[in-house]
């Protein structure tokens, strides 16, 4: 029984040990200064972000952009995150704001929003392919106004609940389901005039 119990402890210690550390151990750390855990909070969610960033962008260019943006402002915001949800929903916000502010700046987004209602233009009558009409129906999500863009990318691009978006808008969950339902209103009508177009 003995030999049994000190298998068991040694098993437990080598699970212990292999386990990697929570994202509040690492904030923890970070906080503190401790650059080896920042750097691994940032490497265990780098990937998130950019998708985040690319979801809303709709250019990997400007998601590079944002990711490392977000990256660099982690280093100081960190140290006001309280931890009162998860760290991931805290980290939707702080890459939504950098979006926002890469947006504000007169993103290349727009520019390419444009170039692509001209090309559309200028290719005519051909019937887009499934890809085409996938890629109109995201480039017309982004023209849609901020609170609607941000309630349809988190329910549909994210695959969040109503819940889950309104956590991350900070509005109550009625006011996303109102914002989808007027995005879809508005969408309709976008998709109709670029297949008039």
């Keep these: 029984m003995r030999k049994a119990n000190t298998s068991q402890m040694r098993m437990m210690a080598m699970t212990l040990e292999t386990s990697e550390p929570s994202d509040m151990d690492l904030v923890g750390r970070a906080r503190e200064g401790d650059r080896d855990a920042f750097g691994e909070l940032v490497e265990r969610h780098y990937d998130f972000v950019h998708g985040v960033a690319w979801r809303w962008c709709g250019s990997r260019a400007d998601a590079e952009d944002v990711a490392q943006d977000v990256c660099v402002r982690l280093a100081k915001a960190i140290k006001g995150y309280k931890g009162g949800g998860a760290f991931t929903t805290w980290l ?95 969408l309709k009508v976008l998709m109709r005039s670029a297949g008039d177009e």
């Design 92 to 186: 939707y916000a702080v890459t939504l704001n950098a979006v926002r502010d890469l947006k504000r700046k007169g993103t290349r987004d727009a520019m390419r929003t444009e170039a692509y209602g001209v090309h559309a233009l200028v290719l005519g009558g051909a019937e887009p392919d499934a890809d085409g009409r996938a890629e109109a129906l995201w480039s017309a999500v982004r023209k849609l106004p901020d609170k609607q863009r941000d309630a349809v990318l988190l329910v549909y691009g994210e695959g969040l609940s109503h819940a889950a978006a309104a956590d991350i808008m900070a509005v109550a969950e009625a006011t996303v389901s109102w914002h989808i339902h007027e995005a879809k209103k508005r």
